[in-house]
């Protein structure tokens, strides 16, 4: 089974292709959307590539982040925005030069130590967040809001990554123990980068 964007219980206004790996959203308001699978334990490891400038937040949330609205302003979700900033639960806080067409974010999600990092074209950002533990079911997440929105591209493992995940970092898409959506749905293979 492989990891993709989740297709049959998100917002109606996000466009997916690829084989679900691209995301577009349709209108001008923010959308959520979730992968088909989560985690509650391990070192997660994979890719997000900036096909074109968009308002668009790649991170992290639970089963209970909310998806018509911009994740990252409640308890439920974590990620970094555009401008460099990231946010949680309504805060912000300055992290990283601004995100560029072009750029590469490696997400790497340490659910044993309860962190969340992120690397920029395979510069080490550092700890973003460290307070994920205990918090149930993570799954990767990408929130976008413009009409159009330009895609993202996210690799979860299927090929290989441009930048060599940390030692002892999983790709997100390896056969694995792990916490299926119970709205999962039967994937395809896909080609990416």
Not at 56 to 78: C, F, M, P, Q
Not at 138 to 158: E, K, L, Q, R
């Amino acid at each position: 089974m492989k990891i993709t964007w989740r297709s049959n219980n998100e917002y109606s206004e996000i466009s997916l292709s690829n084989s679900n790996l691209i995301t577009v959203s349709k209108d001008g308001v923010w959308h959520n959307i979730r992968i088909t699978h989560g985690v509650t334990s391990g070192k997660w490891y994979w890719e997000t590539y900036f096909n074109n400038f968009a308002f668009v937040d790649i991170g992290v949330g639970t089963i209970n982040a909310v998806l018509h609205k911009y994740n990252e302003r409640n308890s439920h979700g974590w990620g970094i925005y555009v401008n460099g900033y990231v946010y949680y639960n309504g805060n912000q806080l300055n992290y990283s030069p601004r995100i560029n067409t072009g750029d590469l974010i490696s997400v790497l999600l340490d659910l044993d130590n309860g962190t969340l990092s992120f690397w920029r074209n395979g510069n080490d950002l550092g700890v973003a967040f460290n307070n994920l533990l205990g918090k149930g079911i993570i799954y990767p997440m990408y929130s976008a809001m413009f009409y159009p929105a330009p895609p993202i591209t996210v690799n979860f493992g299927i090929t290989p990554f441009r930048y060599a995940p940390p030692v002892g970092y999983q790709p997100f898409d390896i056969i694995a123990p792990r916490i299926s959506s119970p709205y999962a749905f039967c994937e395809t293979d896909m080609k990416l980068f």
